[in-house]
């Protein structure tokens, strides 16, 4: 038996009433979730809710057949005829989630990375939690400084944990305004907040990792001018704090700082255009300035802080393929008497290259990938397909004896244990990291960023296999290495000596030893000079299949010719990006930069209209690789 069709209830829009008779059109960015709608969209105001609507406030507004939410942007009169526009339907929130400045600073971060503002806003603005809003009342104005905004960088201080500094830095740092601390990761968020409750000191937290209710109350206390010192994570850069005079980055070259998402901003970056906006100044600290912030110290742009300390530095390289020279192992020797051993290692894992013990050809798998161990016992297995060989035998000569070509972490902490045998052996890496340890002896190998934190410092810092760290083919990797080892090493006791598996004549011998960078940046600066590569260059990274860029090349070049890209434009690619990817580069100079910019989303539009998938480009990146 056919049942009969149920009709749908076709229920009439709701009559929005008059509309506001003061500023009557509300610009609104809407979350269409269509990345090409970059531009605001024009909504009637009721009057009802005209007393209500500011800039900044949360609303919902009719899109084709759906209700969506929008940031209200501005406030404007009438000048056309209102029969064609629709009205605003709801208020979500009692309270404006952004301010005139916020969303100044949200438009310029979206036009210069080539993003959507509805992109940028997903990352500024938590979402909203109607109970957290219960029992909050407005306590000040945004206030402009007349004063112009004043950056510094302050080099991190040797044998003093950063985050300790940090905290050290903000209290001595007088301010009559609001202060912004970011920090780049949840582990050194959470430390920070620790060392200021100790210091009671008051703060109010952006973590994202908070509960949502309590994210949105946090959020919205600091908007109305509740807290004077407000700590987060790069996503706060964009927080709209109230009389707000100072901000603090700390590690500013850290790659946590780049947004994961599009359109891939930069938190260092959003702080000088939040400097330019609205006056604020700026406080980098870090133990190696990034070569954009050291261009900028040699330009006078930024001033320089720095206490100079002399420090024991021993180097010894490793001469037969040792990997702890004699005269650094009777050092480690000495150094476990009296406390725990720091040893710096370049990569996780056991060995992230193979090769036959007997020709030494490096192991491959059929489908091309490099063979690895994760395990002394474990099998051979491909670092691409993951396909494993139980009983892998050299293609070449035979052979089934394994060389390590490579070695990780746990491979590592193997041959150190057995170098000083009955000592407790500590690992710490991104994946499982140890956040402490006390002052007993103990070996303690980690890879860079996550060193734990010796309570009393280490007694020594060994840096192994420098080379390897320093022949990165990465195009910051040097940069990346330099800073990886001053960190390390500021974990140093008064008394503690660094070690170093190099040379003794090489410039981070010195740079240690003094305690001073600036011959290193100095040095790299004046490489990426001759080449012309970032960042005395702007770079844009576009990822798509290879023929994709192939054409796009092709269009790029000759619209060069034509005159409708950058003269400075140069193109190199396509090359292998990921596991199946590739990579177009473009570098080009600063002043032309938002000139590609806007050419790339003029080439999306298109490929937008014409139904084909759109192109991922990065603007600045972390690293060309």
Sequence with gaps: ???????????????????????????????????????????????????????GSRV??????????????????????????????????????????????????????????YDVLRSAIPPRVASAEKGLAFLAGQKRSNSEAVSTFHLLPPKVDSVAALSHLIATQKSAGARLVIVPTVRDLNRLAAVLVQAGIAFTSLDSNLPRADRYRNFLSVSLGGPKLVIGMRGAIFAPIPNLTDIFLHQEGSEHYFER????????????????????????????PSLDVAIDIDAKDVKYRA????????????????????KIYQLVRKALLVGPVLFLVPTKGYATAISCAKCRNIAMCECGGKLSKSS????????????????????????????????????FAEEIGR???????????????????????????????????????????????????????????????????????ALLSDSGTIALVHDDGAPIISALTTWNPATISKREIEQRISLQLPPITNAVLVLA?????????????????????????????????GS?????????NPSDLLELVALLREINNRRAISKKPMLNYRVNPYSLD
């Design 1 to 55: 038996m056919l049942r009969p069709l149920k009709l749908r209830i076709q229920r009439a829009p709701q009559s929005a009433g008059p509309t506001a008779s003061d500023l009557p059109v509300a610009s609104v960015w809407v979350d269409s979730g269509i990345a090409t709608l970059t531009d605001p969209f024009s909504y009637l105001i009721p009057e009802k809710l005209s007393s209500q609507i500011k800039i």
């Design 60 to 117: 919902q507004v009719p899109f084709k057949d759906k209700q969506l939410e929008g940031i209200v942007i501005d406030r404007t009169p009438l000048l056309t005829d209102s029969r064609e526009m629709k009205s605003i339907y709801k208020l979500l929130g009692d309270f404006p989630v952004a301010t005139q400045e916020t969303i100044e600073l949200i438009s310029v971060t979206a036009n210069f990375w080539g993003g959507s503002p």
């Design 376 to 411: 002394a016992k474990s099998e051979p297995i491909c670092v691409l397909c993951s396909k494993k060989y139980p009983n892998w035998r050299c293609g070449w000569c035979g052979e089934a004896r394994v060389f390590l070509t490579s070695r990780g972490i746990e491979r």
């Design 580 to 588: 199946d990817g590739a990579k177009l580069t473009l570098l080009v």
């Design 307 to 326: 206490i100079r300390q002399k420090i024991p530095v021993l180097a010894q390289p490793s001469s037969n393929g040792e990997l702890i020279p004699s």
């Design 545 to 577: 299949d290879s023929s994709e860029l192939t054409r796009l090349k092709s269009a790029l070049l000759s619209a060069q010719e034509e005159n409708r890209a950058p003269s400075s434009l140069r193109v190199y690619g396509p090359s292998a990006y």
């Design 419 to 489: 170098s000083f045998p009955n000592q407790v052996v500590i690992q710490s890496t991104a994946s499982d990291p140890r956040d402490s340890v006390g002052d007993e002896p103990a070996l303690v190998v980690s890879t860079p960023g996550v060193e734990p934190i010796a309570d009393s410092g280490y007694s020594a810092v060994v840096i192994l296999q420098v080379d390897r760290f320093l022949s990165t083919s990465a195009s910051n990797g040097v940069e990346r290495a330099y800073a990886s080892f001053f960190a390390a090493s």
């Design 261 to 288: 998402r599009s359109p891939y901003w930069n938190a260092r970056e959003v702080a000088w255009m939040r400097s330019k906006l609205s006056r604020v100044n700026i406080h980098l600290t870090g133990y190696v």
